[in-house]
């Protein structure tokens, strides 16, 4: 993560623009989707006709609501991109492509419903009410994670790809022994999600927890954003049989969904959920999606993927296909579009001067909550650390 | 081993009297099982995971009728997996729970390395002390028992090594009792040694409301003058037995147990040394970077004045733990520890 390769992702401009072999954007007939690339509602299918129900109550508010939220959710992405770019942050992993999968699955959630992110949710992170100046302090080096996961039922970020996978399952299992699943009571079942990425799908951890959760029946809802590249590795490198399709033989059912679609996205978590909620168990969601930017920071994609597949992308951009929706069913308007960019700038602008004005912490910090009790050795060094520092001060 | 069941249940009174005056006597593996029974008894939270440890009671039996008097609710039979064990233990312990976690062997415990360095023992100091992982991570470790490769292994200067982790063994019945309650109690990991070969070795214990030692404690088993035998999990027995052999050729050997490897009692162990001037340490682990060298460090750096000779380790050779037939020969025995208290004393 500290390589000093440094390309800004939004100009990069490699020299071939020589389409790729296969077309990467098809997700095949399996893929759920309600809203298309141009923004029109899909007919009912076989396919996504399972799921619909889950959009019954998707009136034009909330249709708003969540264009609202995709549009403050990139900019708070925007904005930590940037910051690291003016060396506030050492380092930030762009969400830029996954916001419709990733505010998809978090307004799905309930308030009792926990999330165990790996270190690129963002949006999850927005959607369950989480500060994006916490997400800052990890990036910035003045904590490992700088909110109390309790607090909005969202985990710290963990940076080991797939340990948070059965932290979520023994989470989940521990929701079971509180008689919190299948009670019928939809403010009380709790169900737990874990997010991943296609390459965390290779991980010893994904695939025990997998186990785990089928052999438990546990309340979770495994969510793996395929955005195609684990670093440089494209999926081909990760598996041979799609996330999706596997899921079936740990005896869970999984599902493809249009990751750029959120109202897709949307759906199928919330169908995944009631599962789970529900005991009837865990369930694997594949979303389709694309890392337009990226791995982070310290990445350069032009070395390991040509611009003409990310322009493929460009064109099934989950905030555009959604604008288009709405402008065509009259539900925003230049000025209303207008407003919610205003306010995009102004939580950037909150942001960026919460992130400029973080003090760095006292050192004598970093010894501290190492353990819940005193520990002689961190206490002695702890005593010794402060001792040398004061002898400068008297000099 | 019949009537074990009985004595289980005294150990474990559910608000009954405390028998303070009838020591009772029972094996270091009946009183593991006893200390977890009643850390079970007391706080419903208590849930043991591990592989075979719900009707089979695990390989040793150190769980036996656990599962069956308390459900499969509280004691899971998990898949095969370590890490996946560990893993799903850290979440349940983030739901509220205090899982106990049954390593089957030493060598076993690597697939879950990566949860217990990177989750386990970092979890608090990641969230500045929002979340707990009150969890406790049983290892039978240490050879002796004739086993096939993997299964005699001493591991613990790794985790020992791992700021946020507790690590700790027991070398007494009383102890696997009493230290078993403790660290199910603590709000830390506790990484739990058992020392496998002594499972079936006796002791009494008195089945009172308070543990005679603090977890962390280090205890004096052997007083002595001329040298002090820092030891710990199955070697203690054996220093023991050194120190019984040096007394009748005139030798004044103390026996420290240590009991506690992160943190070390630091205090008792300085004081043994100030008034010896000489140390030995006995362990299984192979000695490069292990317990005794972190040992030999520190009463070297806090007790210079007062040594009359060198800290001297005696432990495993530094070969991956050899086929059976040679452990005789690999293993610290009474010989090899009075000849190093001889080199000691030579001084």
Same mark, same amino acid.
């Given at each position: 993560m500290s390589d000093d390769v440094v390309a800004p992702v939004d100009t990069a401009a490699p020299a071939t623009h020589e389409p790729p072999a296969?077309?990467?954007?098809d997700g095949g007939p399996d893929m759920v989707q309600f809203l298309d690339a141009e923004g029109h509602r899909v007919p009912v299918t076989e396919v996504n006709s399972p799921y619909a129900q889950y959009l019954e109550d998707v009136d034009g508010e909330m249709l708003r609501s969540l264009y609202r939220d995709l549009v403050l959710v990139r900019r708070v992405d925007a904005e930590g991109h940037a910051l690291q770019r003016q060396g506030e942050l050492g380092l930030w992993p762009s969400l830029l492509g996954q916001e419709a999968a990733q505010v998809g699955a978090g307004r799905a959630m309930r308030p009792q419903d926990y999330a165990f992110p790996g270190y690129r949710e963002h949006g999850v992170a927005w959607c369950k009410g989480?500060?994006?100046?916490?997400?800052l302090g990890m990036f910035r080096g003045?904590?490992?994670?700088?909110?109390?996961?309790?607090e909005n039922n969202f985990h710290l970020y963990t940076?080991?790809?797939?340990?948070?996978m059965l932290h979520a399952t023994g989470y989940a299992m521990g929701v079971q022994k509180d008689g919190?699943?299948?009670?019928?009571?939809p403010d009380r079942d709790t169900a737990v999600m874990a997010f991943t990425g296609d390459g965390g799908t290779a991980q010893g951890d994904y695939n025990e927890a997998l186990v785990f959760s089928a052999v438990a029946q546990s309340p979770v809802v495994f969510y793996v954003?395929?955005?195609?590249?684990a670093i440089s590795e494209p999926n081909d490198r990760q598996f041979i049989i799609p996330p999706y399709q596997r899921a079936r033989g740990f005896g869970i059912p999984g599902v493809r969904v249009d990751g750029n679609d959120v109202l897709a996205s949307l759906a199928v978590t919330r169908a995944a959920l009631d599962r789970a909620r529900g005991g009837q168990g865990p369930t694997l969601i594949e979303a389709?999606?694309?890392?337009?930017?990226?791995?982070?920071?310290?990445?350069?994609?032009t070395k390991y993927r040509i611009a003409a597949e990310v322009d493929l992308w460009k064109k099934k951009d989950p905030i555009d296909r959604l604008r288009k929706h709405l402008v065509a069913e009259g539900l925003g308007d230049d000025e209303w579009f207008g407003a919610i960019d205003a306010e995009a700038d102004d939580l950037a602008q909150r942001i960026r001067t919460a992130c400029q004005q973080m003090p760095n912490p006292p050192?004598?910090?970093?010894?501290?909550?190492?353990?819940?009790d005193e520990h002689p050795l961190v206490t002695r060094e702890r005593d010794e650390f402060a001792a040398y520092q004061a002898s400068f001060e008297e000099d | 081993m019949t009537t074990s069941a009985g004595a289980q249940t005294q150990a474990a009174p559910a608000g009954g009297q405390p028998q303070e005056q009838a020591p009772q006597k029972m094996t270091i593996a009946k009183a593991l099982n006893a200390g977890m029974r009643r850390a079970m008894e007391a706080d419903p939270k208590v849930v043991l995971l591990g592989e075979d440890i719900g009707k089979l009671g695990g390989v040793f039996r150190i769980t036996e009728g656990l599962q069956k008097d308390f459900g499969e609710d509280r004691v899971l039979d998990t898949p095969l997996a370590e890490s996946g064990i560990m893993g799903t233990a850290v979440g349940l312990a983030l739901r509220g729970y205090r899982p106990v976690v049954?390593?089957?062997?030493?060598?076993?415990v690597y697939p879950a390395f990566d949860q217990i360095v990177s989750q386990v023992a970092k979890m608090h100091y990641r969230s500045l002390g929002h979340l707990k992982l009150p969890m406790v991570i049983r290892i039978p470790y240490g050879g002796g028992?004739?086993?096939?490769?993997?299964? %005699?292994? #001493?591991?613990e200067a790794y985790f020992a090594h791992t700021a946020g982790l507790r690590v700790v063994t027991a070398a007494t019945a009383e102890d696997a009792y009493w230290m078993m309650q403790q660290a199910i109690a603590s709000d830390d990991p506790v990484v739990f040694y058992e020392p496998k070969r002594r499972y079936h070795e006796r002791g009494e214990i008195l089945?009172?409301?308070?543990?005679?030692?603090?977890?962390?404690d280090a205890v004096v088993r052997t007083q002595g003058t001329d040298v002090t035998l820092l030891a710990y999990g199955p070697m203690v027995k054996t220093a023991m037995i050194a120190a019984q052999a040096a007394e009748t050729e005139g030798r004044s050997v103390e026996v420290i147990d240590?009991? %506690?490897? #992160?943190?070390?009692?630091v205090p008792t162990i300085l004081q043994s040394v100030e008034k010896t001037g000489r140390a030995v340490v006995v362990h299984?682990?192979?000695?490069?970077?292990g317990m005794g060298s972190e040992l030999a460090a520190l009463i070297q750096q806090e007790a210079f004045y007062h040594l009359e000779a060198p800290v001297i380790r005696v432990g495993g050779?530094?070969?991956?733990?050899?086929?059976?037939?040679h452990e005789e020969v690999f293993l610290p025995d009474l010989d090899r520890i009075l000849d190093a208290v001889d080199r000691s004393l030579a001084y």
């Amino acid at each position: 993560m500290s390589d000093d390769v440094v390309a800004p992702v939004d100009t990069a401009a490699p020299a071939t623009h020589e389409p790729p072999a296969r077309d990467i954007t098809d997700g095949g007939p399996d893929m759920v989707q309600f809203l298309d690339a141009e923004g029109h509602r899909v007919p009912v299918t076989e396919v996504n006709s399972p799921y619909a129900q889950y959009l019954e109550d998707v009136d034009g508010e909330m249709l708003r609501s969540l264009y609202r939220d995709l549009v403050l959710v990139r900019r708070v992405d925007a904005e930590g991109h940037a910051l690291q770019r003016q060396g506030e942050l050492g380092l930030w992993p762009s969400l830029l492509g996954q916001e419709a999968a990733q505010v998809g699955a978090g307004r799905a959630m309930r308030p009792q419903d926990y999330a165990f992110p790996g270190y690129r949710e963002h949006g999850v992170a927005w959607c369950k009410g989480v500060d994006p100046v916490n997400l800052l302090g990890m990036f910035r080096g003045v904590n490992h994670g700088g909110w109390d996961s309790n607090e909005n039922n969202f985990h710290l970020y963990t940076i080991v790809i797939g340990n948070q996978m059965l932290h979520a399952t023994g989470y989940a299992m521990g929701v079971q022994k509180d008689g919190l699943v299948g009670t019928g009571d939809p403010d009380r079942d709790t169900a737990v999600m874990a997010f991943t990425g296609d390459g965390g799908t290779a991980q010893g951890d994904y695939n025990e927890a997998l186990v785990f959760s089928a052999v438990a029946q546990s309340p979770v809802v495994f969510y793996v954003q395929n955005n195609h590249w684990a670093i440089s590795e494209p999926n081909d490198r990760q598996f041979i049989i799609p996330p999706y399709q596997r899921a079936r033989g740990f005896g869970i059912p999984g599902v493809r969904v249009d990751g750029n679609d959120v109202l897709a996205s949307l759906a199928v978590t919330r169908a995944a959920l009631d599962r789970a909620r529900g005991g009837q168990g865990p369930t694997l969601i594949e979303a389709f999606t694309y890392r337009m930017g990226a791995h982070t920071t310290s990445d350069d994609p032009t070395k390991y993927r040509i611009a003409a597949e990310v322009d493929l992308w460009k064109k099934k951009d989950p905030i555009d296909r959604l604008r288009k929706h709405l402008v065509a069913e009259g539900l925003g308007d230049d000025e209303w579009f207008g407003a919610i960019d205003a306010e995009a700038d102004d939580l950037a602008q909150r942001i960026r001067t919460a992130c400029q004005q973080m003090p760095n912490p006292p050192h004598e910090e970093m010894f501290e909550n190492v353990y819940v009790d005193e520990h002689p050795l961190v206490t002695r060094e702890r005593d010794e650390f402060a001792a040398y520092q004061a002898s400068f001060e008297e000099d | 081993m019949t009537t074990s069941a009985g004595a289980q249940t005294q150990a474990a009174p559910a608000g009954g009297q405390p028998q303070e005056q009838a020591p009772q006597k029972m094996t270091i593996a009946k009183a593991l099982n006893a200390g977890m029974r009643r850390a079970m008894e007391a706080d419903p939270k208590v849930v043991l995971l591990g592989e075979d440890i719900g009707k089979l009671g695990g390989v040793f039996r150190i769980t036996e009728g656990l599962q069956k008097d308390f459900g499969e609710d509280r004691v899971l039979d998990t898949p095969l997996a370590e890490s996946g064990i560990m893993g799903t233990a850290v979440g349940l312990a983030l739901r509220g729970y205090r899982p106990v976690v049954e390593i089957q062997f030493d060598g076993f415990v690597y697939p879950a390395f990566d949860q217990i360095v990177s989750q386990v023992a970092k979890m608090h100091y990641r969230s500045l002390g929002h979340l707990k992982l009150p969890m406790v991570i049983r290892i039978p470790y240490g050879g002796g028992i004739g086993a096939v490769e993997h299964h %005699s292994e #001493s591991n613990e200067a790794y985790f020992a090594h791992t700021a946020g982790l507790r690590v700790v063994t027991a070398a007494t019945a009383e102890d696997a009792y009493w230290m078993m309650q403790q660290a199910i109690a603590s709000d830390d990991p506790v990484v739990f040694y058992e020392p496998k070969r002594r499972y079936h070795e006796r002791g009494e214990i008195l089945l009172g409301e308070r543990a005679p030692y603090g977890l962390h404690d280090a205890v004096v088993r052997t007083q002595g003058t001329d040298v002090t035998l820092l030891a710990y999990g199955p070697m203690v027995k054996t220093a023991m037995i050194a120190a019984q052999a040096a007394e009748t050729e005139g030798r004044s050997v103390e026996v420290i147990d240590l009991r %506690s490897l #992160s943190p070390l009692d630091v205090p008792t162990i300085l004081q043994s040394v100030e008034k010896t001037g000489r140390a030995v340490v006995v362990h299984e682990a192979q000695t490069y970077l292990g317990m005794g060298s972190e040992l030999a460090a520190l009463i070297q750096q806090e007790a210079f004045y007062h040594l009359e000779a060198p800290v001297i380790r005696v432990g495993g050779y530094n070969i991956p733990y050899p086929p059976s037939r040679h452990e005789e020969v690999f293993l610290p025995d009474l010989d090899r520890i009075l000849d190093a208290v001889d080199r000691s004393l030579a001084y």
